[in-house]
């Protein structure tokens, strides 16, 4: 008598191993590979310098965008000061690095720390307020941190800005735009990796949890303040992370860039990437930062327009409007954002020809 074999006709998951994965399969794990190795391999070489700086860019703004969707994606946490949380983290590795002349290894990873410390002073309202209060309470806090950076002169440099030394890794002058994009990119992948691994722990469930349901989570017997502050910590380590790295890359700063508008970009990032979505970061980072460089074509282009400069129109009004525009259309057409189309690309693909 022949003895029938069955074969499973979907991807099932027989332990916990299997659903902790971050690649179900080995053909994403090899298109990872793939990826990885065309990126790091393949891009930069046949990059204009231009295309390079926009890369370094977008890899930076990743990193920081990656801190907030922790914090407002998976925790529920609204923040309005994210920007100034990047500004902290740019000076705070700046003024390591010229007062107490930490080397460049040690003063970005140092001032993310310096960063977390800020950011959990600042979460601590969280542990009594949530929703419209939170986000009022972190917007006083994006004003507060912008004022301390302007006016405190003897560690700032006030509106003189802090010059940088020039970054070195392992004996080796980082000082092009090439070697900036191996760190940055480096970094990226890492805190990338760290990001996804935390979410499969104790700490992302129970973040997930808080956001689902604070009242729930804390009848389980989660303690959500100690969680709450945590995120913002873990959040504003990432933007500090992010802003030593943009510190040293552009070898001076000033306070002029950490406005409230940053922190409107690092949301918009969120948003129109994906919330609670880890490569929704890096999508909404990449679509940003791209909207950003082509509205400055679009501004230049103006210029040799009269009739349209007496309209009034320039880089910040047609930013804002864009970055309205962007989210609106977003919630409305895709609220789970450029995340869940590339979910849809990839099932289409998996599933071709037979999409049923």
């Given amino acids: ?122 979460g601590i309202p969280s542990g009594r307020l949530k929703g419209l209060y939170l986000t009022i309470a972190t917007l006083a806090g994006q004003f507060i941190i912008e004022y301390i950076l302007v006016h405190w002169d003897s560690l700032t440099k006030g509106t003189m800005g802090i010059m940088l030394p020039a970054a070195s890794l392992f004996g080796f002058e980082v000082n092009t735009d090439l070697r900036f994009f191996y760190v940055i990119f480096v970094s990226l992948t890492c805190v990338t990796l760290v990001a996804s691994n935390l979410m499969r722990t104790r700490y992302g469930r129970a973040f997930i949890a808080i956001r689902d349901n604070d009242r729930a989570a804390e009848g389980m017997g989660i303690p959500i303040f100690f969680y709450k502050l945590l995120s913002f910590g873990i959040s504003s380590f990432y933007a500090g992370f992010a802003g030593a790295l943009w510190a040293y890359y552009m070898r001076a700063i000033s306070t002029e860039p950490f406005t409230l508008g940053l922190s409107v970009e690092y949301i918009a990032m969120v948003i129109i990437g994906g919330l609670g979505s880890i490569p929704g970061s890096i999508f909404g980072a990449v679509f940003i930062t791209g909207l950003n460089e082509s509205l400055r074509f679009v ?48 099932s289409t693909f998996r599933l071709w020809p037979f999409s049923y």
Avoid at 42 to 60: D, E, H, K, Q, R
Avoid at 61 to 76: D, V
Avoid at 89 to 105: E, H, K, N, R, S
Wanted: with cysteine; hydrophobic share 55%.
């Fill in 1 to 122: 008598m022949k003895r029938l074999t069955f074969h499973p006709c979907g991807n099932y998951k027989e332990h916990y191993g299997q659903e902790l994965a971050i690649f179900e399969t080995d053909f994403g794990r090899m298109w990872a590979i793939i990826g990885i190795a065309l990126l790091f391999g393949a891009v930069p070489f046949i990059s204009s310098p231009y295309f390079l700086y926009v890369l370094n860019m977008t890899g930076i703004a990743a990193i920081a965008a990656l801190g907030l969707n922790i914090l407002i994606g998976f925790t529920g946490q609204i923040s309005l000061g994210h920007g100034a949380f990047f500004g902290v983290g740019a000076y705070a590795g700046a003024i390591l690095a010229t007062t107490v002349g930490l080397p460049f290894w040690a003063a970005v990873p140092a001032a993310g720390i310096v960063t977390a410390l800020v950011g959990m002073v600042f």
């Fill in 299 to 346: 501004t230049d282009a103006m210029m040799n327009f009269p009739a349209l400069s007496g309209f009034g129109l320039n880089m910040a009004s047609l930013r804002e409007f864009a970055f309205g525009l962007a989210i609106v259309l977003f919630i409305l057409i895709e609220p789970k954002g450029l995340a869940e189309v590339w979910r849809i690309i990839r």
